[in-house]
């Protein structure tokens, strides 16, 4: 197994996987939290049109994803905030649009077809180049450095948004770092997995970690370990077995998220019934019925200040 590391697009290869399988996961954390699982695919198709500027301008296609998927994403941000009933058209609009426009702007560079965007749309980590590592070393850092940095304020605010504005936290500047954050994490993980695919890189590990995990913490070291347990299988597949890499990650992430579910649903079905069989006999030696869950209960602190309170980080 390890001749595959004489080759220098391959060990480009694990290293892009290794980055993505990290940042993906930090960020999509929070969209699921947000129940906004969806907005790493619409992002992707907004990043198609900084692909296709890219060849139509004759600059790095990765670095002009960049700035039109943060410019898409803002977009969202407002129009979400503003939008109302109206925005789920809207958005609809930016992610047709922004599909459309990367396939008629391909076409008239010089040189320019749809092939080009093939790479781009279902990912080909065996093509990285020195410059792509690069690329993709600074905004994987860049990713890290907010969610992590900064996980604490956006946890409150994905949350509960009014929670986080009565603690004075700067909700809508937040919201928009989150959206641009995401959009550097869908540029960086589009050489690995693919424009259409890297939606699934940010939402299944995350998923199957929280079937697995109860705090915010755990579920976000457990779906980095995921994610990179997934991006570096999947690359090693693919060079094994000649298939393509970002089908090959998506699928086994797919795989782990059923044998985490299969294996943590009877365990969290035990703990329930061992709670449940707890409160009874304790109802029975005399105790109030609701002194259980009152007690140490997060939610229930949180109802009787007025709301509901985010859960430690």
């Known amino acids: ?99 459309a426009g990367g396939v008629m702007i391909i076409n008239l560079a010089p040189n320019g077809s749809n092939a080009n965007l093939t790479t781009y749309l279902f990912g080909s980590i065996t093509t990285v180049s020195p410059e792509d590592i690069t690329a993709i070393v600074g905004l994987s850092v860049f990713a890290l450095l907010v969610s992590l940095g900064l996980r604490r304020q956006l946890f409150a605010v994905c949350q509960d948004e009014e929670f986080a504005r009565v603690t004075g936290l700067p909700v809508r500047l937040l919201n928009l770092l989150l959206a641009v954050t995401a959009a550097v994490t869908v540029t960086v993980a589009m050489r690995v997995v693919g424009l259409l695919l890297v939606s699934a890189l940010m939402v299944i590990p995350v998923a199957a970690a929280q079937q697995a995990t109860r705090g915010f913490a755990a579920s976000l070291a457990l779906s980095i370990g995921f994610g990179v347990v997934v991006t570096l299988s999947g690359t090693v597949t693919s060079y094994y077995a000649d298939v393509p890499p970002g089908a090959s990650i998506v699928v086994l992430a797919i795989v782990l998220f059923g044998l985490v579910t299969a294996v943590a649903a009877p365990l969290a079905r035990r703990r329930f019934d061992g709670g449940r069989r707890g409160r009874e006999g304790t109802v029975a030696e005399g105790e109030p019925a609701g002194t259980l869950v009152a007690e140490g209960s997060d939610s229930a602190a949180g109802t009787a200040g007025g709301g509901e309170r985010p859960s430690r980080v």
Do not use: C
Not at 37 to 57: E, Q
């Open 1 to 99: 197994m390890t001749e595959m590391l004489d080759y220098a697009f391959m060990q480009r290869a694990l290293l892009a996987a290794l980055l993505v399988g990290v940042a993906a996961p930090v960020v999509g954390i929070y969209l699921v939290q947000r129940r906004q699982a969806i907005m790493g695919d619409g992002i992707g198709h907004v990043a198609l049109t900084g692909v296709a500027l890219g060849f139509l301008l004759s600059t790095n296609p990765v670095w002009m994803a960049v700035l039109v998927s943060s410019l898409g994403a803002i977009a969202m941000e407002l129009i979400r905030w503003y939008g109302k009933a109206r925005g789920d058209i809207a958005l609809a609009m930016l992610f047709y649009g922004g599909m």
